[in-house]
């Protein structure tokens, strides 16, 4: 596609259930990344994939958050038992390599509501 | 740590006005740094990316500089319009692949 793909773009869930997020990144893009941006807050790290290297999963906020990529292209974030502080956008982000000169494309976000 | 703070928050301006936004970072061990506008309920769009080894990057009315001695990147809007009603937000990457973002700069043109 042309750009990055996020599905759904809104999800409404009840306190407790498991939710996943998918991300479909511009076709190419070897480098995967989650942020988590909270109202009034900066984006946060959550994730990030390159090729077929084990993820950097150092931002995840707990063990109830797990993401996957499979085939080096689409990616997951599923949130399980969701709190109502889950509450935020998820944004995916991809680009083309680690090189200096690759700018991150972002999509549109997941906005998730945990009610 | 890398902190990224951007002031101000807030900007609103009358159109047609030339004005600039601060990006400053605490470490100047930087990859690169990019620029986004973010529209409401929308992602960032990427506007423009500057290289470590860079001074500035221009595109059409944009123009970015960056000053890693000092931890500073300013964006300068020519001519500003309606239509660059947007939060401004800066991103450094580290020397690995994060980038760490400030909390932007909301901007309003007024017509």
């Known amino acids: 596609g042309a750009g990055v793909s996020q599905s759904p773009s809104n999800k409404v869930t009840e306190k407790g259930k498991d939710v996943e997020l998918r991300c479909d990144p511009i076709?190419?893009?070897?480098?995967l990344y989650w942020y988590r941006q909270s109202l009034g807050q900066g984006l946060e790290f959550l994730i990030y994939?390159?090729?077929?290297?084990?993820?950097?999963k150092s931002g995840l906020p707990s063990d109830r958050f797990s993401a996957e990529r499979t085939g080096g292209s689409v990616s997951t974030l599923t949130i399980q038992r969701t709190q109502q502080e889950d509450s935020a956008v998820y944004l995916c982000?991809?680009?083309?390599?680690?090189?200096?000169?690759?700018?991150?494309?972002f999509g549109n976000g997941t906005r998730l509501t945990v009610t | 740590k890398q902190e990224v703070t951007q002031i101000p928050a807030a900007l609103s301006v009358p159109e047609g006005e030339n004005l600039v936004l601060n990006c400053s970072f605490t470490?100047?061990?930087?990859?690169?740094l990019q620029w986004f506008r973010q529209d409401p309920g929308k992602g960032l769009t990427s506007l423009l990316l500057?290289?470590?080894?860079?001074r500035e990057q221009t595109s059409g009315r944009l123009n970015a500089s960056l000053d890693k001695s000092s931890g500073r990147s300013t964006l300068y809007i020519a001519a500003s319009q309606p239509g660059d009603s947007a939060t401004y937000l800066c991103a450094v990457r580290d020397g690995t692949y994060k980038y760490i973002f400030g909390t932007g700069t909301r901007l309003k043109v007024l017509a």
């Open positions: 500057i290289q470590s080894s860079q």
């Open positions: 076709s190419g893009h070897t480098a």
């Open positions: 470490d100047s061990a930087i990859y690169n």
């Open positions: 982000a991809s680009s083309s390599g680690t090189g200096e000169n690759s700018p991150l494309h």
């Open positions: 994939f390159q090729g077929n290297s084990a993820p950097d």
